[in-house]
Structure formats: structure tokens, C-alpha cells
């Protein structure tokens, strides 16, 4: 009989040192992003914990969830519980927090730089010696160039694409409202495909060779140099993009139920320290703290001129000005 | 007398019968209904319900929008349409597989199945990669000036691949029943070949052809996974309905989503609805009533 109850107390022994040791070490975190985030938080994610550890002791484990932008957003507004949230727009962000209320409305003030810890900007991909001599978005709109972007209705990075586009329109000599209409109007009709993500569309431009030009984060088009080598194709940087901001928040209302506010801010602040900002470069993200990064990899962001989108009016206008039912997208296509 | 009753035909609705030959009908009845409640009327009753958000003029709006509209033609008739050649070809390709017998018959027999099993993703790529103008048979087609992927025919290919085995395995077992001394017969008596087919075969072929060809196309119309990729989603061009589904949600549209699709249902239904009345009608005149 003793040692019957010997061993169950040593039982009840180790599984409360177990539930308590778990407690501790089951802490998890979860990220939704979008695609092209992948391989950064894959890096990112054992530096925080490692961070996170030596701070607090506490071990962390970090759950990473990618796809399309406007569907992870979705999953998110349909109850997936995620503590924070990476995404490629505002707008995204902006939907949560409208259709949730577990992202408060100020969200975008709650981190640095719009709470965009590092940024993008959309450039061109063409084949290998560029045959049909593609320098800048004028070129795009010529006859017999067929250029690759993923609809803008379904996809956030192809938002970016058309948004870069109307605002070099804008921005020429004599440019006006209705002139990058038709700007961006004649560019659509040289797209023979739309697919529904930019991986699609990537895709698209390089395993099935339709298309001259692929409009592409920068980010992505240096991964697939990186990955396809760089003998097919070669990156072509217009003279005038955009500057596309990544936003990133806390799930408040999410991390609050399950305690992990001060892990889900602490993980998106690192995003800003040093680490962070030499991962982001490394990944081919433009670090918003530059000097912290590598050299080498800073050196390989061409300079050129970048519009923001409050430049433009922001993105709930945009949004309803270009890609809302009825808009200026829509009516491209509208016979 | 047992052996009466069993002879007696089914059950007429003016007449029902006291007795029933068969035990449990009210439980199977109640598992019947409680099933399709779970699993089919309770999501459906869903989306009708978020539909009924909208009042009746934001619902035209948005299902009569014209890329909706256009979606809806492309959807419907290239399903059609995809049936139809599923229709004729599940058909031969059925009576190959039952009449005669040659070396790797258990093997195509079996390759009929896969486009059941295969997840819709891969066959849209694989198609894709194929049809594609640098695809093993995209680059024999684009000289002659046929573009198959980023088309609507493309849409046509994907919707025919994953149509055809509801054709074949519905017509299949009733030509493994039809017995050649009907078409002997039919020779014997001067029929040409023709003749034997059109007036003996087809005749009790055909209510088992048009389930296969309602199937194939409830299938097609559905589809949204294969053809995704071989589309191109050109906006009034090659777009399909379920993608201005999904397009509507992007915009985090719900209600937009639901309406779109309440169109869809009752389409499909109607649809659905008239081929299986034309099914019993012909299954009445050519005297197999079952």
C-alpha cells in the first residue's frame, strides 16, 4: 500500500511540475501574415524567442500563418485566434479592426512609422537582357507588351501595383485625374492574365513564360533571383513607385483573453530593434533604421522616387475610389 | 401471398398501402430528413439568410451587375457545354470499357476515377503547365493559333477533365445490364447499325446518360479550385461565378458573397430540377420506370 501511494504522489508530483513546467514553456504566439513574409519571420522568429528568454526567462513558441493577405485577414475576422497580425495593407488591418473591434481603431499610431517596421516598394521583373527594353511605367502601356500583376480585387500587393502605376500617371508633366485613368486603363488591357495572388502571378511570368513584364514586390522579385537564378531574369526599377508599407498590430482583443499582450508587443517592438531591422534587410525588406543593417545588403536597394499612399489620399479612399463595385478598376473592364 | 405482394408494383401515391414490405420507414425517414437538415439545408438556409440582409434593389444591383452577368454565362454554359462533350465521350469511353476486353483495360478502367480523387489545385496546375504556350501540348496549338490556357476554352478543358468519370460510372453499369441479344435481335431484323443504336441502345441508355450529364455539370458549375488557374480571370471575359465569389469576400463583401451565390443555387436547382424531370419523362416513354 505504501509504495502504491508513494507512486502516485510521485505521479501527481511530476504531472504538476509537468502542467507547471508547460505553462511556462507552452507559450505561444500566433502570426498571421501574408505570402512573401515567409522566409523573414522564419528568421525573426527563433531570434525573438531567443530574446524573449534571455529577458523573461519565459520560452516562447511562435506559430507563423501565411497566404494570401485579404484571406489570412478573413480567417482572422471569422474567429482565427491570432495574437498578432502582419499584413500587406492597411486596409486589411483596417477590416478587422471594423468588423471585429478586436483591433482598436487607432491601431496604425500604436507603432512607429505607421506601425510599418519595415517597408517596399513595387519594381519591374523582366527576362533576362530585358528584349523588349523596359525602363520605366511608360513603357508598360506600348502595344505588344504584355504585362503580369495579379486583380487588384483579390490581391493586396496587386493593389500596390496599380496604385504605383496611377501615381506615376500623376505625377508626369501635365498629368491630371482623367490622364491617369486612361493611363492605368491602357496598362490593364496589356494584362492577359490576372491571377488572384502575387505568387500566382508570379508563377504566371516564370514557370508557364507568358508575359514580358512581371509587376512584383521588391522583395519578391529579389527572392526570385535569389531562388531562380539570376541568368533568366533582371530587375528594371522604374524612376517613380510607390512606398509600400507592411503594417503590423496586436490582436487586442485576442491577446488580452489569452495574456500574451505584453509577449505580442514586445514580439512587434523587436521588430524595430537592431535584429529586426538587419533581418528585414537581409530578406529584402527596406529596414525603416537603416543603420542597422548590413551595408551590403542596403546597397542593394536602388534609390528612386517613392510615393506614399497619403500622398495619394490614403487607403480607405483609394480603396473606394479604385477598387470598390463601380470604380475606376471596374470600369476599365465595363463595356 | 408473399410472392403477390412482392409482384405487386410500387406504391401508387392515390393508393398508399397499410402494410409495408419493408420495416423501419419512419426512422430512415427521420434520419433522412435529420442528416440533410445538418448537412445540406442548415448551411443553405445560412446563406439565404445573410442574403436577406440586403433589400431587394441592392440585391439586383449585385447579382445583375454585368461582370457578374458575364460570370454567369461563362459558368453556366461552358458547364453545359462541358457536360455535353462529357456526355458523348463518357459514353463511348463507357461502352469501350464494357464491351470488349483488350490488354490495360483494369488500368483505364481505374485512370477514369482519378479525376475523383485528384485535389482540383493540382489538376488546375498540371492542366495549366500543359496547356501553357511553353506546355507540352500548348506549344503544338499556339502555332496554329489555338491558346487553350488563360482562355475561356481553358475553362471548357479544366471543367471536361474533372466531369468525366460521373458520366462514365453512371452509364456504365446499365450497358453491363443491356443484353447483345437486344441488339442480335435488332440486326436479325434488318436494323443497320444505326438503327440498332438509336432505337435499342440509346433508348435505355439515355435516363442513366442525362443523370451522368446532370451530375458532371452540378460539378462543373461548382468548380473553382482546377479552373482557377487555366482561366487567366480576365473581368468580362474568363471569369467564373465562384471567383466573383471569392472577389467579393476579398472586398469583405459577406453579404454580396451570399447573393451571388443565391443566384447560383437557384440556377443550379432549376436547372437540376428540369433535367431530372426530363430524365423521368424519358424514362416513363421508354417503359423503365424505376
Redesign the interface.
Known amino acids: 500500500m505504501k509504495r502504491i501511494s508513494l507512486g502516485r504522489a510521485l505521479l501527481g508530483l511530476a504531472l504538476a511540475v509537468g502542467l507547471a513546467a508547460s505553462a511556462a514553456a507552452e507559450t505561444t504566439l500566433l502570426n498571421v501574415s501574408y505570402d512573401p513574409t515567409r522566409e523573414l519571420y522564419q528568421a525573426f522568429n527563433p531570434e525573438f524567442a531567443r530574446h524573449w528568454k534571455a529577458q523573461t526567462g519565459e520560452t516562447v513558441t511562435i506559430r507563423q500563418s501565411h497566404g494570401?493577405a485579404?484571406?489570412q485577414?478573413?480567417a482572422v475576422?471569422d474567429g482565427l485566434e491570432a495574437d498578432v497580425v502582419t499584413l500587406a495593407l492597411a486596409y486589411d488591418i483596417d477590416?478587422i479592426a471594423e468588423?471585429t473591434g478586436r483591433i482598436p481603431a487607432d491601431w496604425q499610431q500604436r507603432f512607429a512609422h505607421n506601425s510599418a517596421p519595415y517597408t517596399s516598394t513595387i519594381v519591374f521583373l523582366v527576362r533576362k537582357g530585358n528584349p523588349k527594353g523596359i525602363r520605366d511605367w511608360g513603357d508598360l502601356v506600348k502595344a505588344g507588351i504584355e504585362v503580369i500583376t495579379p486583380?487588384p480585387?483579390?490581391?493586396g500587393g496587386a493593389r500596390w501595383n496599380y496604385l504605383a502605376a496611377w501615381a506615376y500617371a500623376l505625377r508626369q508633366p501635365g498629368g491630371s485625374e482623367q490622364g491617369a485613368q486612361d493611363f492605368v486603363t491602357r496598362l490593364m488591357k496589356n494584362?492577359?492574365?490576372?491571377?488572384?495572388g502575387a505568387r500566382?502571378a508570379t508563377n504566371?511570368f516564370v514557370?508557364?513564360?507568358?508575359g514580358d513584364v512581371l509587376l512584383a514586390w521588391e522583395n519578391e522579385a529579389f527572392l526570385s533571383l535569389d531562388e531562380l537564378g539570376a541568368d533568366q531574369f533582371e530587375i528594371v526599377v522604374p524612376s517613380l513607385s510607390i512606398l509600400a508599407e507592411p503594417p503590423v498590430a496586436v490582436v487586442e482583443g485576442v491577446a488580452k483573453k489569452r495574456g500574451t499582450e505584453k509577449l505580442a508587443r514586445a514580439y512587434l517592438d523587436y521588430l524595430y530593434s537592431p535584429v529586426g531591422q538587419r533581418l528585414a534587410a537581409r530578406h529584402h525588406y527596406r529596414p525603416i533604421h537603416p543603420e542597422h543593417a548590413d551595408p551590403a545588403d542596403i546597397a542593394r536597394f536602388p534609390k528612386l522616387e517613392l510615393v506614399t499612399i497619403e500622398q495619394l489620399g490614403g487607403w480607405q479612399a483609394m480603396q473606394h475610389k479604385h477598387?470598390?463595385?463601380?470604380g475606376v478598376f471596374?470600369r476599365?473592364?465595363?463595356? | 401471398m408473399n410472392t403477390a405482394t412482392l409482384a405487386t408494383p410500387l406504391p401508387r401515391p392515390s393508393a398508399p398501402p397499410r402494410l409495408r414490405v419493408l420495416p423501419g420507414f419512419r426512422l430512415t425517414l427521420g434520419y433522412t430528413l435529420a442528416y440533410l437538415s445538418l448537412l445540406v439545408l442548415i448551411p443553405l438556409a445560412a446563406v439565404f439568410l445573410k442574403t436577406a440582409e440586403l433589400s431587394l434593389a441592392e440585391f439586383w444591383n449585385?447579382v445583375t451587375?454585368?461582370?457578374v452577368v458575364a460570370s454567369y454565362k461563362l459558368s453556366f454554359g461552358m458547364s453545359l457545354l462541358a457536360a455535353g462533350i462529357n456526355a458523348v465521350f463518357g459514353l463511348l469511353l463507357a461502352w469501350a470499357l464494357v464491351r470488349y476486353s483488350f490488354p490495360g483495360k483494369k488500368l483505364i478502367d481505374a485512370l477514369v476515377d482519378l479525376p475523383f480523387a485528384l485535389p482540383t489545385a493540382v489538376a488546375g496546375i498540371a492542366l495549366?503547365?500543359l496547356y501553357?504556350?511553353?506546355?507540352w501540348i500548348g506549344q503544338f496549338l499556339e502555332p496554329l493559333g489555338i491558346q487553350v490556357?488563360?482562355k475561356p476554352l481553358g475553362v471548357l478543358v479544366a471543367l471536361v477533365f474533372i466531369g468525366l468519370p460521373f458520366v462514365v460510372r453512371t452509364v456504365q453499369p446499365i450497358l453491363e445490364d443491356l443484353d447483345t441479344e437486344l441488339e442480335e435481335a435488332a440486326t436479325s431484323l434488318g436494323a443497320q447499325r444505326w438503327q440498332a443504336f438509336r432505337h435499342v441502345i440509346l433508348p435505355i441508355v439515355f435516363p442513366a446518360l442525362l443523370t451522368g450529364f446532370a451530375l458532371a455539370f452540378a460539378r462543373a458549375v461548382g468548380e473553382y479550385g482546377s479552373v482557377?488557374?487555366i482561366a487567366?480571370?480576365?473581368?468580362?471575359v474568363s471569369e467564373i461565378t465562384p471567383?466573383m465569389i471569392?472577389?467579393k469576400?476579398?472586398?469583405?463583401?459577406y453579404t454580396?458573397a451570399t447573393a451571388i451565390a443565391t443566384v447560383m443555387l437557384i440556377l443550379s436547382f432549376t436547372l437540376l430540377l428540369i433535367i431530372n424531370g426530363l430524365q423521368a419523362w424519358t424514362a416513363k416513354r421508354t417503359g423503365r420506370d424505376r
Do not use: C, H
Open positions: 494570401g485579404g484571406k485577414a478573413r475576422i477590416a468588423k486583380n480585387k483579390t490581391s494584362v492577359p492574365v490576372l491571377d488572384s500566382g504566371t514557370q508557364r513564360g507568358i477598387f470598390a463595385d463601380g471596374d476599365i473592364y465595363a463595356r | 449585385v451587375a454585368p461582370r495549366t503547365a501553357a504556350k511553353n506546355g490556357a488563360f482557377i488557374f487567366g480571370n480576365l473581368p468580362m471567383l471569392i472577389t469576400l476579398e472586398q469583405y463583401d454580396g
